[in-house]
């Protein structure tokens, strides 16, 4: 069952795959996974903790990965409403098994985006908020100098 936070999500996914929403998302994500991953518990394991949040978004990614997981696809193929970054980090081949590492530095990385795109908002905020007090200024000032034209005229 999808509620209706998932349903956004999903909707901002569709339109534009690595949007603020999905950076977020990955990033809590990861973020979690990553410390349960530290802590040496099966990544089966993790995978049931998550699907168990009480955020509805995680909840229901989990919950996909989970079920993808279950039915044999890949690691790579099972992240398939997240980040794409974080798709193709999980895609490379790990000899080494040192996962961790990959998931600091992915999430090294998408903090880094996510500050970005918020710098990239507020300076667009600013200026529409910026832009509409300058449109307040003229239209008081105009309004304060209606009485004043209107004397001039009948002097």
């Not at 997981?69 to 193929?77: D, F, P, R, V, Y």
Request: glycine share 2%; hydrophobic share 40%; no cysteine.
């Amino acid at each position: 069952k999808q509620l209706p936070h998932f349903q956004i999500y999903m909707y901002l996914f569709k339109r534009k795959k690595n949007n603020l929403m999905t950076l977020w998302q990955s990033h809590i994500l990861v973020s979690n996974l990553h410390y349960l991953n530290q802590n040496s518990i099966p990544f089966h394991t993790v995978m049931k903790v998550l699907s168990e949040s009480s955020n509805e978004i995680q909840n229901n990614l989990a919950m996909s990965i989970h079920n993808k997981l279950e039915q044999g696809a890949s690691l790579h193929e099972s992240f398939e409403y997240l980040d794409d970054q974080l798709r193709y980090t999980l895609s490379i081949e790990d000899f080494e098994r040192k996962i961790d590492d990959r998931l600091e530095r992915y999430l090294y990385i998408l903090e880094k985006q996510i500050r970005f795109n918020l710098k990239r908002y507020a300076t667009i905020f600013s200026v529409f908020v910026y832009s509409h007090i300058g449109l307040m200024v003229v239209l008081v000032y105009s309004t304060l100098l209606y009485p004043l034209q209107l004397l001039e005229q009948v002097i």
